[in-house]
């Protein structure tokens, strides 16, 4: 039905990859994640990366920084066509009126008069006539022109196949946590079944501080097979992980508000790994999430009200 390889790596713009999604937009593969990076640190992480070369940035309502992308975007002095920004509605948005207006938030906010990507954030299985109706709304608002392309986050296959079966536009991205400790390739075989993108968070695996899951986390950064192959190439396992996921067709969004961690997650483009290398990266997946499980009901959290802009 779509022949469209989401996957593909089509082009190297810039310093930076590019993937076409399912409806043809070109997003950049890699990204800037803002996810626990406090709002007065948010701005100049923003403005570092794009005087790095980064034009993709990945936020959400849920975040509580949006304001300070967008400001990060107008110090840039970057024209709003050359940034890619990504958000993300929270589940107390969910609904289709909800989600119309969830877009005035987000875009009042950001500063801006259109999205390139915008996503549901959560599947809310105990909500999930909400999550389709929201997700309706992302339909609207991309035959509407105010979204450039519209995805999920955080979506199972089980969830996929429900909101796939009651909407009409199948999703561009899915952005699931994704590093070697924890690859899902069951929701990364579902996503490409589908023509549906994956787009990693947490890529390095540096969100293992979420609080409440995971306790007995190890640091995928200490893993030694990592540092032996960055040893070969010179390059830190950050780099590595970066890397992995780009020759695998992924995007991903690494998090830093340090300037020199922000340039060296970008710095990827330059070593390949081998075959072997991608199998043995592969071959970490211990099937343990360092982030909340998408089926557990977060009655608390998910009735986090987002502030108007």
Known sequence: M???????????????????LNNDVTMPALGLGVFQSAPEQTTSAVEAALATGYRHLDTAAAYGNEPEVGQGILNSGLDRSEVFIETKVWVSDYGYDQTLHAWDKATGKLGVDYLDLLILHQPAP??????????????????????????V????????????????????????????????????????????????????????FYPGWGEDRRNVMEDPSLAAIGQA???????????????????????????????????????????????????????????PDPDEAREERFAMVIPES
Not at 127 to 148: M, N, P, Q, S
Not at 179 to 187: A, E, G, L, N
Not at 260 to 279: G, P, Q, Y
Request: proline share 6%; aromatic share 6%; net charge negative.
């Open 233 to 291: 190439h010179s390059k830190t396992p950050a780099q590595v992980m970066i890397r992995w996921h780009l020759q695998h067709g992924r995007s991903a969004i690494p998090k830093s508000t340090n300037p020199a961690r922000i340039a060296e997650n970008f710095d990827v483009l330059d070593f390949e790994l081998s075959a072997e290398e991608l199998t043995a990266i592969d071959s970490l997946d211990t099937g343990n999430r360092n982030g």
């Open 2 to 20: 779509h022949s469209h390889n989401a996957t593909h790596l089509n082009t190297v713009k810039g310093m930076n990859m590019e993937l076409t």
């Open 126 to 151: 105990d909500r999930f006539e909400k999550t389709i109706a929201a997700y309706k709304a992302l339909e609207t608002l991309l035959a509407d022109g105010r979204v450039r392309a519209i995805g």
């Open 153 to 208: 986050s955080n979506f199972m296959p089980h969830h996929l196949k429900p909101l796939l079966d009651s909407t009409d536009v199948v999703p561009a991205v899915n952005q699931i946590e994704l590093h070697p400790y924890f690859s899902q390739p069951d929701v990364q075989a579902a996503d490409a079944r589908h023509g549906i993108l994956t787009q990693a968070w947490s890529p390095i695996g540096g969100i293992t």
